[in-house]
């Protein structure tokens, strides 16, 4: 077998070990916050900002008109997700009520979502939209 032959073969493995590792991080972190929802005691709004954030980060930004194009849904599991949707409400300065894995929250935000929203939420030059802006997430 030559050497680009052994590399290539190394690499998919590595990549498939990586895929397990992460899928297996995600089932056991997913099991721990799987019933994440903004408390009854939120405020309507509240519930309602995290709802549409949901609903965003699942299906997509259909309709909105930004510059930078729609989001697409599905980006992270709809379990994550959830996660995700607390940590901007709290960069709203709202409250998700429940308690949530604030570093894990971070660590999707700055990997999945800050490339176009920047690592602030305030979205990067005005291609894609603030975050914490009230008229951006349909409130």
Known sequence: M??????VILVVILLIAYSLFNYLKSTKIASKVENIQVDSQASPKAKNIYDYIVDVINHGSRGHNFKGGEMEGGYISKDDAKIVACYVLELRGEKCPKPYPKDLASGYFSSVCAGCHGNDAKGING?????????????
């Open 2 to 7: 030559e050497k680009e032959e052994k590399f």
């Open 127 to 139: 291609t894609y939209p603030d975050l914490t802006k009230k008229d951006y997430v349909g409130f």
